[in-house]
C-alpha cells in the first residue's frame, strides 16, 4: 500500500465544517490502496471550535503527528478582552461588529504581518516534523488542505526537500476570498507572490469547486494549467446511521446549520418572517427558525426579537449537528449576493442532502442555485427577494400541514456526492501522480 502525507491544520479535535473533508479521506483512502499519515497541530491550538467527538473518527492504525504551534489569537484576546477558552472565529468578527479600537489594531496587523494567515508561524515546527516523517515513513506523496494557506506553504517546503509529487487542496481560494483581510499594496503583493508560487510548484491542484478554481486561475492564468481537477465536499451516509428523526407534528422546524457572517446574514429572512407573522399570527406556536453553530453577535441579538419562533443554538458536535438536521421539517441555505459567493457551493448544502429533507436555499443565481435545482432538492429563491422569501416560506408551511412536504431529490444523483465516492476520485488522482 502507498503512502500519503497529509498536511492539514484542521483535524480532530478541532470542529467545523474545515475538518470533515479531511477526515473523510483519511477515513476512506485505505479502501482505495493510500495509507493516510497525518501531520496536523497540536490538539492544544487554538481552533475556532472543538469537537472532541471526531477524534472517535480516526481510524485505528493511522499515524497522527501533532506538531507545536504559535497561536497570536491568544494576543488578540488580551487585546479585545475575549475570554481564554472561548472559541474565537475571525469569520464571525464583521467588520461591522468592529468597533473597539482593540479589535481594529488587531486586524490591521492581520492585514499586514500575519502573511497568507496567522497560523504561518506553525511553518517551521510543521516543515521539521514533515521532514522527519519523510525520513521515518516511505512516503509517496505529499497533499495539504487549506485553509489555512500556511498548509500549502508546508506542503510546498516538504515537496522541494523530497521532490515527492505535491497535490494541493483549496476548499477555498486565497487572495482577497471573502474571509481574507483587506491588505494594503505591500502585503497582498507578498500574499500574491505566495498564491502563485503554490499553483506553479503543485503536481496537482483539487478546487472544492470550480468557481474556486476560476478565481485562483483569474490571477495566476498560466500558473495551474492543465493540472486542475474538482473534487467537491460531500456527505458521508456512516455519518446518518442511528440517527432517527424526532420531528414534531406540531411545529414546523425550519433548520440552518453553520456559521453567518459579514454579508451572509438573515436580516432579510428575518424581516420576511415578520411579514408573515403578521398575517398569520397563530403560526408564532407552529413555526420554529432555528440557527445552529455560530453567528455574529448583532444576528444572535435580532434572534432574540422574536420570542420561540426563533432559536438559536451554539456551535454543538458534529453528530448533535446531524441530528438537529434529521429532526427538522425543512433545511436553510444562506448564500450572500456577491460575485464570489456565487460560485461557493457550501459544505452543509451537501449534509443537507445526506439529511434528505427538503432545502430552502436563500441564493443567488449559481453553483449552490444549479446544485439544488439539478438535484431537485428544494426551492431557490433570491437572497434579497423579501416578498417571494415570505411567499416561498409561507408554501413551505402550508405543504407541511397538508402533510405534503417532501424530499423529491434523485437519490441516484445525490450518490454522486458521498464521501467514498468523492475519496475514489481522490485515490485516482494520486495513483496518476505515482506510477
Request: charged share 25%; net charge positive; with cysteine.
Amino acid at each position: 500500500m502507498k503512502k500519503v502525507l497529509i498536511i492539514s491544520y484542521y483535524f480532530p479535535p478541532s470542529g467545523g465544517a474545515g475538518v470533515q473533508r479531511v477526515l473523510k479521506f483519511v477515513k476512506y483512502l485505505p479502501q482505495f490502496g493510500w495509507e493516510p499519515v497525518v501531520l496536523t497541530a497540536d490538539e492544544n491550538a487554538d481552533f475556532p471550535a472543538r469537537d472532541s467527538t471526531l477524534l472517535s473518527e480516526i481510524p485505528e492504525g493511522v499515524r497522527v503527528v501533532r506538531t507545536r504551534i504559535f497561536e497570536p489569537y491568544r494576543l488578540y484576546r488580551k487585546l479585545t478582552g475575549k475570554a481564554e477558552g472561548e472559541a474565537l472565529d475571525i469569520a464571525t468578527n464583521t467588520r461591522e461588529s468592529r468597533r473597539g479600537l482593540g479589535e481594529k489594531a488587531s486586524e490591521w496587523v492581520r492585514s499586514t504581518f500575519f502573511i497568507p494567515d496567522a497560523r504561518r508561524f506553525w511553518t517551521g515546527p510543521a516543515v521539521r516534523a514533515g521532514r522527519e516523517i519523510l525520513k521515518s515513513d516511505k512516503i509517496d506523496l505529499i497533499f495539504s488542505s487549506a485553509p489555512p494557506y500556511t498548509c500549502h506553504l508546508i506542503g510546498k517546503e516538504l515537496k522541494r526537500a523530497s521532490h515527492l509529487p505535491w497535490v494541493a487542496d483549496f476548499r477555498d481560494s486565497w487572495v482577497g476570498w471573502l474571509s481574507a483581510p483587506k491588505r494594503s499594496f505591500l502585503p497582498h503583493q507578498i500574499d500574491l507572490q505566495l498564491e502563485g508560487s503554490v499553483l506553479s510548484k503543485a503536481d496537482c491542484l483539487i478546487a472544492v469547486s470550480d468557481g474556486v478554481r476560476d478565481d485562483l486561475v483569474s490571477r495566476h492564468a498560466d500558473a495551474g494549467s492543465g493540472k486542475w481537477a474538482t473534487i467537491p465536499n460531500g456527505f458521508d451516509e456512516d455519518d446518518f446511521k442511528g440517527i432517527s428523526a424526532k420531528t414534531d407534528p406540531n411545529r414546523f422546524v425550519l433548520t440552518y446549520a453553520g456559521t453567518l457572517y459579514g454579508k451572509r446574514n438573515p436580516f432579510v429572512l428575518l424581516e420576511a418572517l415578520k411579514g408573515l407573522l403578521s398575517e398569520r399570527p397563530g403560526l408564532r406556536d407552529r413555526l420554529l427558525l432555528r440557527f445552529v453553530g455560530r453567528a455574529d453577535a448583532a444576528f444572535v441579538k435580532a434572534f432574540g426579537t422574536f420570542g420561540r419562533t426563533v432559536e438559536f443554538i451554539p456551535y454543538v458536535s458534529h453528530r448533535e449537528s446531524l441530528q438537529f438536521l434529521a429532526d427538522s421539517s425543512a433545511l436553510l441555505l444562506i448564500i450572500d449576493d456577491a460575485p464570489a459567493s456565487r460560485s461557493i457551493v457550501t459544505g452543509k448544502l451537501f449534509e443537507y442532502v445526506g439529511a434528505r429533507k427538503p432545502i430552502f436555499a436563500l441564493a443567488p443565481d449559481g453553483a449552490a442555485a444549479y446544485l439544488v435545482r439539478s438535484l431537485d432538492a428544494g426551492v431557490v429563491v433570491h437572497p434579497n427577494d423579501m416578498v417571494e422569501i415570505k411567499r416561498a416560506l409561507g408554501r413551505l408551511v402550508e405543504q407541511w400541514e397538508q402533510k405534503s412536504l417532501h424530499y423529491p431529490a434523485d437519490a441516484g444523483k445525490a450518490r454522486q456526492y458521498e464521501r467514498k465516492h468523492l475519496t475514489r476520485e481522490l485515490a485516482g488522482l494520486f495513483d496518476k501522480l505515482v506510477q
